[in-house]
């Protein structure tokens, strides 16, 4: 079932990102051909226009620091303590989801989608129903990222 509401989530983001790439581009041509089509207007550049267009959607990383065992953990912690269903104050390393917490298998899918978007790659769905603690997220993206002790 969460796999389920996952790939429905999943495939309901690219949408509504392709339409907004697709409402993007679509004003940018219709600009481009307004302004090149009037005599006045000939010399204009829409260039910056069109390159800060295409950069509102779009995210951009720094050099910053290395990832660390401990960064890892703030991330991941400080991502559970925005997510409204988690009480702070139970919240450890340890503490489960679903015994700990009071999560469903539906936060848990959000859960793992947050931690998704904050690490910038995609967990298996066979990976993420065996992240059940806080401490298994951090060890799964410390094994993704190369980072040991």
Same mark, same amino acid.
């Given at each position: 079932?969460?796999?389920?509401?996952?790939? *429905?989530?999943?495939?309901?983001? &690219?949408?509504?990102?392709?339409?907004?790439?697709?409402?993007?581009? $679509?004003?940018?041509?219709? %600009?481009?051909? /307004?302004? $090149?089509?009037?005599?006045?207007?000939? /010399?204009?550049?829409?260039?910056?226009?069109?390159?800060? %267009?295409?950069? $509102?959607?779009?995210?951009? +990383?720094?050099?910053?620091?290395?990832? $660390?065992?401990? &960064?890892?953990?703030?991330?991941?912690?400080? *991502?559970?303590?925005?997510?409204?269903?988690?009480?702070?104050?139970?919240?450890?390393?340890?503490?489960?989801? =679903?015994?700990?917490?009071?999560?469903?298998? &539906?936060?848990?899918?959000?859960?793992?989608?947050? =931690?998704?978007?904050?690490?910038?790659?995609?967990?298996?769905?066979?990976? %993420?129903?065996?992240?059940?603690?806080? %401490?298994?997220?951090?060890? +799964? *993206?410390?094994?993704?990222?190369?980072? +040991?002790?």
């Amino acid at each position: 079932m969460a796999s389920l509401v996952r790939v *429905v989530l999943r495939e309901s983001m &690219l949408k509504s990102r392709f339409l907004r790439n697709v409402t993007v581009r $679509t004003v940018i041509i219709a %600009a481009h051909k /307004n302004f $090149t089509s009037t005599e006045k207007h000939k /010399n204009y550049s829409i260039t910056p226009q069109i390159h800060s %267009a295409l950069n $509102t959607s779009k995210r951009l +990383y720094s050099g910053g620091l290395p990832l $660390t065992l401990e &960064l890892i953990r703030e991330r991941v912690v400080l *991502v559970l303590k925005l997510y409204d269903k988690i009480d702070p104050q139970k919240l450890t390393l340890e503490s489960h989801f =679903m015994n700990d917490l009071g999560l469903d298998s &539906l936060d848990h899918v959000e859960v793992i989608m947050a =931690m998704e978007d904050e690490f910038g790659f995609e967990i298996p769905d066979s990976d %993420a129903e065996k992240l059940l603690r806080p %401490a298994d997220i951090v060890r +799964y *993206v410390a094994d993704k990222e190369d980072i +040991y002790d």
